[in-house]
């Protein structure tokens, strides 16, 4: 066991080494440390099981617990030291992340007691590590410098953009607060983080004007895409893809805008750099764009399996949902909230907040979702309240905006 | 399959991830059931008393002469570990079955009934012969060391399972099953606009 007191980064420890047990001192974080383990990849439960697919999961189950809880069990130093150095162990905890089935996946639940018992300790083990990996500072005696920590977490890869959207999509619904502690404290003993995000999301609007032009749409800001080939049929669209092309479509919108949602609830922090990227515009547009297109598309196709029909309408409602919360969570973070803090620069936040909404008004389908369940009504009273010197012309205008908005999409507005 | 995911594409097109391939198969069941078994075995010895630290204290606690016939001892015990694991395993195994062995015998004089159920149960069937000459070897080497010096060492070192459990990170940690999940409570209503049918449309479920 290395010193107390230290931080590990600067421990030196005495080992016996060799069959004489002869004596050598060498850095407590050393990959000569690392135990020989055999952390094998995760794979999720097979669908249809048989008997030898169920054994063959349970004993992969096993060997992946037991790895774990003996990891857990690992006194500070050592656990740094396989974390670090034990390839086979980032292996096995990726492959969770990508391959974990997530509770909106169409097949989520294990067919047999004995395998969810299995995936629900798998699902335990790979969150106690994840945790243990973001925490710099597990005890008095037991820590790391922090900006080493935010050294060795980043150039190892132990955790990186992707891998927090995924830890937030498998654990954030009942673990919100412990993720929130982690991730905050991974960005800020590792600024490098935003950089990585800022980096990021441009792939995640480059996953929307996909999603657009699998439809045959296109996004207003997105950069043109391809002309249109002389001897193609037409424009694909959500009516005339093939079925499963159609599924696919939809569970990967589902995805997106579950991900993207749970992680800004986690961590709001991320919403400012989401907000430079004009994110809140551009999926204002991805919204009226693609939810019209793809409802209609499952409603008006023709699905042998209505349970799948059913299915689809549910993942295309979920997803509306989770990009409105996703719209509100960002007005609320990047203005709302540093108005009602009563910010500094108070008056160029509602100056923003004004624009965003009026921006808002030709994405009418949009604006009367939100308007549905963020009534734009409570936030101008708001705004009124905090900034009375706001322009009232402006906030009827916006107000009868919303209001032609639920007009012109055929629908009353909740009283 | 795993149905298609955003993060999936964001570490095919995004340059944040590690950009090396990611290896599925490193390791079949196999290797890794054998491991199992080694780390069983291992297990016990992990965290408590080790190879190494026997023959650390024998270095600092004996004098010269003792220490010579104690190290001989020590080859007698190594020497049965391997007849009783097998010659096909590695030193580290080797060591760790010669860790248990010590434990077993250090307050024997004889292998008995006890001590050969506890032998078979974690080795399999074994040489009764190699067991025997082992329990000989603990028995000198103890007296070497003088007997309370060896119990202290094994009792100090032991750790048990219910202190593994104690000290495993993230026990008193609640953690929460919930996930993110469909909820057909919230579907919308169609918002097609005013060209689309709005009445006697039903999705007919």
């Known amino acids: 066991m290395a010193c107390a007191m230290v931080p590990l980064d600067e421990q030196q420890v005495t080992e016996a080494a060799g069959p004489m047990g002869k004596e050598r001192t060498l850095p407590a974080l050393h990959p000569d440390r690392k135990e020989e383990r055999c952390f094998v990849p995760y794979k999720p439960p097979p669908e249809d099981s048989s008997p030898a697919e169920v054994e063959e999961f349970l004993e992969h189950g096993r060997f992946i617990t037991e790895d774990l809880d003996w990891l857990l069990n690992l006194p500070h130093d050592k656990f740094w030291c396989q974390v670090v150095f034990d390839e086979s162990l980032q292996n096995c905890l990726d492959s969770y992340l990508r391959h974990a089935p997530r509770g909106l996946d169409p097949s989520s639940l294990p067919s047999s007691p004995a395998m969810a018992e299995m995936q629900r300790s798998i699902h335990r083990a790979v969150f106690m590590t994840f945790l243990r990996m973001a925490t710099h500072k597990e005890s008095k005696e037991s820590f790391i410098t922090p900006s080493v920590f935010g050294e060795i977490i980043y150039n190892n890869f132990l955790f990186d953009i992707p891998k927090i959207l995924d830890l937030c999509v498998l654990f954030g619904k009942g673990n919100s607060q412990l993720l929130h502690k982690m991730i905050e404290n991974i960005f800020t003993q590792q600024p490098c983080y935003y950089g990585d995000l800022d980096e990021t999301v441009p792939s995640i609007l480059q996953v929307m004007d996909t999603i657009l032009a699998k439809c045959g749409l296109q996004c207003e800001g997105a950069p043109a895409t391809e002309p249109l080939k002389l001897n193609s049929h037409g424009r694909p669209s959500a009516m005339t893809m093939s079925q499963q092309d159609l599924v696919d479509l939809v569970l990967y919108l589902c995805d997106s805008c579950t991900t993207i949602q749970a992680f800004l609830d986690i961590f709001p922090a991320a919403c400012s750099t989401f907000h430079c990227h004009s994110f809140l515009n551009r999926l204002a547009s991805f919204y009226e764009a693609a939810v019209p297109d793809l409802e209609k598309a499952v409603r008006k196709r023709n699905f042998d399996d209505k349970s799948l029909q059913e299915d689809l309408w549910n993942r295309v409602c979920h997803s509306r949902r989770r990009m409105v919360e996703t719209a509100h969570l960002m007005l609320q973070h990047t203005c709302l909230q540093p108005i009602l803090e009563g910010s500094e620069n108070i008056q160029m936040f509602v100056e923003e907040l004004l624009q965003h909404f009026t921006s808002f008004l030709p994405e009418k389908r949009f604006l009367a979702d939100y308007d549905e369940q963020f009534p734009v009504a409570d936030d101008v009273s708001l705004l009124q309240q905090a900034f009375p010197l706001i322009d009232e012309t402006r906030t009827s205008y916006l107000l009868q905006g919303v209001a032609d908005a639920w007009d012109s999409v055929g629908r009353r507005r909740p009283q | ?205």
């Open chain 2, 1 to 205: 399959m795993s149905p298609p995911r955003l993060t999936g594409a964001l570490r095919s097109f995004s340059t944040v991830s590690k950009r090396e391939e990611f290896t599925e198969h490193v390791y079949d069941l196999k290797v890794r059931a054998f491991w199992s078994k080694l780390h069983s075995q291992e297990l016990f010895s992990r965290e408590g008393l080790t190879w190494q630290k026997i023959v650390q204290f024998l270095t600092q606690h004996l004098d010269k002469a003792e220490q010579q016939s104690a190290t001989q001892e020590l080859k007698s015990i190594l020497q049965a570990a391997k007849q009783i694991v097998g010659e096909e395993h590695g030193q580290d195994t080797i060591e760790s079955a010669a860790v248990f062995l010590f434990e077993t015998f250090h307050n024997k004089d004889h292998v008995g009934l006890e001590e050969t159920r506890a032998i078979k149960q974690m080795f399999g069937p074994f040489p009764f012969s190699a067991a025997d000459t082992c329990c000989a070897a603990v028995s000198r080497c103890v007296t070497c060391m003088k007997t309370d010096n060896a119990c202290a060492l094994v009792c100090v070192t032991r750790v048990t399972e219910a202190d593994r459990h104690i000290t495993a990170f993230g026990r008193n940690i609640s953690f929460s099953y919930d996930c993110y999940a469909l909820d057909p409570q919230e579907a919308l209503p169609w918002t097609g606009g005013p060209d689309e049918e709005t009445s006697g449309v039903g999705l007919d479920f």
